[in-house]
């Protein structure tokens, strides 16, 4: 089969993702290869194609267990021969794995760095034809990655030793320095190397101004009623909490992080895995193992670690390239907290977070696009407007002259010491009668009360925007604020401020959430309904997650096209012969059926 009918025949697909057809033609011209894609966008095609075209073995090394386990039922569900050897099979399961590798039969095998190493993993390669090493996740090459595993290293060994195989070199991680460190160790020339877009145009990008997370995130799940999701907190506490009370709302969601029991964690994950649950509420502990595909939502509760870390989470909605949406809550009074911890830290370690912190504040902050500034950082020039992030779709508004309440502020600031964080210097200025500022005879300054004609919030909003253009700085611990040396010129009104108005920010701002029947868009939201339930009766039997059987992506095409026989079936995407074959007539029965009983 040439490449282009293994893509329609075995995985059901019409067209080619990205650089993909590239890549292939790379491989099958037995030339090492780099590949650099985001997470989600088309990298296991890039070898399992390939595979399929040469004679003998392709090798897969992935130092996970459970995505391991994934691909390999995904590829049987396709009609391909692929089988993994790790530590987590039983005896007799590893025994009749190797008699079909032996046998020659077997198109891919996967196995953990560890298992590769052993002698008599060694053996059998020595004794079959092996065409192709895949290294996934081969940032875990290098030291200067976020994820060094020294084992990956002795992989160049074993290279040496399969003469005869290409090697693919896989990853999403997108430094210029790792790369260049995974092309040295592995010889791979720059010629060789595949950087597709870091771009992930179904994510819509949202930033909501965090006052009230809890119904926040119930204003969001609302939006996403009965679809998949990802909450991602900061702490483990904060995990239990909204899982706790998130399920006293009646939304079935789990908990996901390091300290539940291995086997209550792994039990939540399959939950989600199998759509039993709708949401897990996670530590970044949650996703390295997931390839769920209709991952519909992902939402940061809190601050991501940095922006590398933000994109690889948000990565994981939308696999399927349908529509999903990211919200990431974000108030700027969290990150002087976050500050504070940093303040602890030493030097170097200081310095990273310090700039990896600002980096997130700019994107949360700023008000041009969001892809725009995300594809920035990763070196990918953006258009000016992607029209799928609330920048773009609710443009901030003109900016208004509002230099004498700054000025007011400031001179608050001044007269109390510089002393105070926001909420006494906004008391102060509305003449509140408290006792702190009795105590301090506050009540006496020029500037106590002339603020009365502003609410607290706009007050606050104003103080927050004047720290966010750097008239003011706040110390991390207790949030005091002081002038800076900007503030000066403009207390003497030699300059202006503009601001955004001071209302409190509308916190129900949020793109364009991808809306169940927007998805199905022209298909049968009652026929997809049906189908659905017979995947996930067809799985539970197999005991396998539904998006082995389809993709949501083909159930929609099936509720759209409603295809009568074999040949338009086929049609559908992401339906190869075998899935034709396996269930393919179960499948056709209930569409007609629908149909027939939609006409009388
Ligand atoms: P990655 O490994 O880069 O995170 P995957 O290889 O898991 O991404 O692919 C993500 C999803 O996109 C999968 O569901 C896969 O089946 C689908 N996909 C990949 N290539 C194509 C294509 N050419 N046409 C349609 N769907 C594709
Ligand atoms: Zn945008």
């Keep these: 089969m040439t490449r282009d009918e293994v893509l329609r025949n075995v995985f059901g697909y019409e067209t080619f993702r990205l650089d993909q057809q590239r890549i292939i033609d790379n491989v099958l011209a037995k030339r090492d290869t780099l590949v650099i894609m985001p997470t989600g966008g088309g990298k296991s095609l890039c070898y399992q194609i390939p595979a399929l075209i040469f004679e003998g073995l392709t ?22 021969s692929a089988v993994c050897l790790n530590s987590s099979l039983g005896l007799d399961e590893y025994e009749m794995n190797l008699l079909e590798i032996r046998s020659g039969k077997v198109k891919l095998l996967y196995l953990a760095p560890e298992t590769l190493f052993l002698e008599r993993t060694q053996r059998l390669l020595g004794q079959v034809p092996v065409d192709c090493l895949t290294i996934d996740e081969a940032h875990c090459i290098s030291d200067w990655g976020h994820d060094f595993r020294p084992e990956y290293r002795k992989l160049i060994e074993v290279r040496r030793r399969l003469k005869g195989a290409v090697t ?22 720059a010629g060789d190397e595949f950087i597709a877009s870091f771009d992930r145009k179904n994510l819509f990008l949202n930033v909501m101004h ?27 506490n904060q995990v239990d909490e909204l899982a706790h009370f998130l399920h006293s709302r009646g939304f079935s969601v789990k908990p996901y992080h390091a300290g539940l029991a291995d086997d209550t964690r792994a039990n939540n994950q399959r939950l989600f895995i199998r759509d039993d649950v ?15 595909p209709n991952v519909r939502f992902v939402i940061h509760h809190d601050l991501p670690k940095n922006i590398e870390s933000y994109y690889q989470e948000i990565g994981r909605a939308g696999r399927d390239g349908l529509k999903a949406d990211c919200y990431l809550l974000y108030s700027h009074g969290e990150t002087n907290k976050i500050k504070f911890f940093i303040a602890q830290k030493d030097d170097e370690e200081k310095r990273v977070a310090l700039s990896q912190l600002a980096t997130l504040v700019n994107y949360a902050e700023s008000e041009v696009c969001r892809r725009k500034t995300l594809l920035q950082y990763f070196g990918e020039e953006a258009a000016d407007r992607c029209n799928a992030c609330d920048i773009c779709l609710n443009p901030p508004k003109e900016k208004t002259d509002f230099t ?20 006494y210097v906004v008391d102060v200025l509305r003449g509140a009668k408290t006792q702190k500022i009795l105590a301090n005879g506050h009540d006496s300054l020029s500037t106590y009360g002339i603020g009365h004609d502003l609410s607290k919030t706009a007050w606050q909003a104003m103080g927050r925007q004047l720290v966010q253009q750097g008239f003011l700085k706040q110390e991390a611990e207790f949030g005091t604020l002081a002038l800076t040396p900007l503030a000066i010129p ?8 503009f601001g955004k108005t001071l209302a409190p920010e509308s916190s129900g701002k949020i793109a364009a959430p991808a809306k169940k029947r927007e998805l199905l868009a022209n298909a049968n939201a009652e026929l997809f309904e049906i189908l659905r339930r017979k995947r996930k009766e067809l799985a539970d039997e197999q ?3 539904p998006y082995m059987i389809f993709s949501d992506k083909s159930l929609i095409d099936m509720s759209t096209r409603l295809p009568r026989n074999r040949a338009e079936f086929l049609e559908v995407h992401g339906v190869g012969e075998a899935k ?11 569409i007609n059926n629908y149909t027939e009983n939609q006409t009388v």
């Design 543 to 545: 005991n396998l997650a």
């Design 278 to 292: 709708q949401i897990i509420v996670a530590t970044v502990a949650f996703g390295m193992g997931i390839n769920k």
């Design 404 to 423: 004498v309440a700054a000025q007011k502020f400031l001179s608050c600031v001044k007269r109390t010491g510089e002393r105070f964080g926001t909420t």
């Design 210 to 236: 965090k006052d009230n997370p809890q119904s926040q995130v119930i204003g969001i799940l609302r939006e996403h009623a009965e679809e998949s999701g990802i909450i991602y907190c900061y702490s483990r």
């Design 490 to 497: 403009l207390l003497k009104g030699e300059t202006a401020f």
């Design 59 to 80: 090798v897969v090394v992935s130092p996970l267990i459970s995505l391991m386990q994934d691909q390999v039922s995904q590829l049987n569900q396709l009609g391909v």
């Design 580 to 590: 034709w074959q396996r269930y393919g007539e179960q499948f056709l029965f209930l």
């Design 168 to 189: 693919v070199a896989l990853t999403a991680t997108a430094t210029e320095r790792v790369r260049a460190d995974i092309r040295e160790q592995l010889s791979i020339g």
